[in-house]
């Protein structure tokens, strides 16, 4: 009973004190918005280049011609070959007679050509499309196919992957790098101003102390003031995230800029921005709860 | 073994400062004692030693029985709930109303609310504040506000009264008034009194033990004493 007094009565005082303290509460709660609205940003911005770059992998195909004379149970036994290799996702077929087909249904010119041909004349080629799973063994998947019987070009753009690869994993890193710094100087910042707040009450500790309270006590109200703070500064930058994030999709929908740039498409809000919130808020309670009992710790010592 | 025990303590500060020179002291229970000083004389440390807000170098502080200079720092808060302090400064907390100060510790302690309220009204009655529990402490006079931060030292019936310059800050008339309180609550409570201070008058008046310190060393101890002439202090 006398624990759940305490506790209760710590939480009262730390409402009081976040009131009484106005200004210095008002000033840690601006500097937790501020941090957390970046640190969003900056998890928004990560996942969406993600988000982006796995779009392009995922476009990314290999082409195989097969040789011009090969056999319908040749072409059967590739295909359950090329199922098989390690890295290879899907496997689409496309027989001559469908390219043809397709082609003539493209255009007039390619009518025309199409039609210049003989009836049973197919200068084209047998082929397969294939995705792999796994981008950066492109290569040596690639390799793999062009040593296969029957095959006669592999074709995937090889000098333009190789450079997206490379470009996708410096973006990768960099917006890694990029929260990481966030979260750190969010925690600098939230931690500091609240180290500024519990400074000026240095006395009211020496009080609290003198007058027989203990460590424990005399932390709690802190403590819970640090929660308090932190997840009061969390509410705006979640509302932010969730309304202004919807907002900018819908609104980038609408504009058509999916339709003009269609890789560069926003990922749909639903729940990297409730995943983003709630770190959003673990990160804002918890720094102000460590912040507040590291500043308080400091001045337990009359 | 008395009261109040310091045996051969030493307190070297920090920068070197030698406060206490092998002191050695006993205080019966229930005894009002003044120690008197010049400034830096030691006085202050001797009394800090009682609550533990300073550790000796050397040596051995006994209050009711336990070594205070053993005590660890997340411990002190044991020594302090049986010992009342009255500051020069009050140390009252601004933001809390009469009332809520004197309620304070308690409260701290994880009391229930319906037994820390005759408690206070009881203390706030003996130190004649009862008409003011609403008042905010800078509402109040000085030497209402030191009648405040005695409540609040005896609201808990420590056993032990410290009080460090209690009038430092007071006009004569209202120390007096402090002087003859702390002085009621001797007799009436059979508190233990150890008080240190400058004012003359007033220890001279009162009759009482008095200790002088001068350079970290005990001087004097007089059982009935008062300022002598050659301890112009």
């Known amino acids: 009973m006398r624990v759940f007094r305490i506790i209760g009565r710590s939480i009262t005082s730390s409402f009081k004190s976040i009131f009484r303290n106005f200004s210095l509460s008002m000033a840690s709660i601006t500097c937790t918005v501020i941090t957390l609205l970046l640190v969003s940003i900056g998890i928004l911005l990560s996942y969406n280049i993600n988000n982006i770059t796995k779009d392009i992998e995922n476009e990314l195909t290999i082409v195989i011609l097969m040789d011009k004379e090969v056999t319908e149970e040749e072409i059967k036994e590739t295909e359950d070959i090329i199922k098989n290799i390690d890295n290879i996702d899907t496997v689409v077929f496309n027989s001559k007679d469908e390219i043809k087909d397709h082609l003539a249904s493209q255009s007039d010119t390619y009518l025309k050509i199409v039609e210049s041909w003989g009836e049973d004349e197919n200068p084209l080629q047998d082929s397969f499309v294939v995705t792999v799973e796994n981008i950066k063994d492109i290569n040596e998947t690639a390799t793999t196919l062009r040593n296969l019987d029957y095959v006669d070009v592999v074709r995937y753009g090889e000098t333009m992957v190789n450079k997206l690869i490379n470009t996708f994993d410096g973006i990768k890193n960099g917006t890694i790098v990029l929260v990481v710094a966030l979260i750190l100087v969010t925690t600098f910042l939230i931690g500091n101003t609240i180290k500024i707040t519990i400074h000026a009450r240095k006395n009211e500790i020496d009080i609290m102390r003198l007058v027989g309270t203990s460590n424990t006590v005399v932390k709690m109200p802190f403590i819970i003031e640090g929660f308090l703070l932190g997840a009061i500064g969390s509410i705006l930058p979640i509302l932010i995230t969730i309304l202004g994030y919807s907002y900018l999709y819908d609104h980038m929908d609408s504009v058509g800029m999916s339709n003009i740039l269609n890789v560069i498409r926003l990922a749909p809000p639903n729940t990297i921005v409730y995943h983003t919130s709630l770190i959003l808020f673990v990160s804002g309670s918890v720094i102000g709860m460590f912040g507040s009992v590291r500043a308080v710790r400091r001045y337990l010592t009359i | ?233």
């Open chain 2, 1 to 233: 073994m008395e009261f109040i025990e310091i045996q051969d303590c030493t307190k070297v500060y920090k920068n070197g400062v030698t406060a206490l020179s092998d002191v050695n002291l006993s205080i019966k229970k229930g005894d009002f004692v003044f120690v008197i000083g010049h400034t830096a004389s030691g006085k202050s440390t001797l009394i800090k030693l009682l609550y533990r807000e300073e550790k000796p170098t050397k040596g051995k502080v006994f209050v009711g029985g336990v070594d205070v200079a053993k005590l660890r720092n997340s411990k002190v808060y044991k020594l302090r709930r049986k010992v009342g302090i009255v500051f020069q400064d009050f140390k009252l907390l601004p933001k809390l109303t009469v009332y809520e100060n004197v309620a304070y510790p308690l409260a701290s302690y994880g009391m229930k609310t319906s037994e820390i309220r005759p408690l206070v009204l009881a203390a706030l009655e003996q130190v004649g504040l009862k008409d003011k529990t609403r008042s905010f402490p800078d509402q109040l006079s000085g030497g209402e506000q030191q009648r405040v931060c005695i409540a609040r030292a005896i609201v808990n019936k420590p056993r032990l009264l410290i009080c460090d310059e209690p009038t430092g800050n007071l006009d004569p008339e209202t120390s007096k008034e402090i002087m003859d309180l702390i002085n009621r609550i001797n007799k009436e409570l059979g508190t233990t009194v150890v008080m240190a201070t400058h004012a003359k008058d007033i220890v001279n008046r009162m009759k009482k033990r008095v200790i002088v310190m001068k350079e970290g060393l005990i001087e004097g101890d007089h059982l009935k004493g008062g300022y002598k002439v050659n301890e112009s202090v």
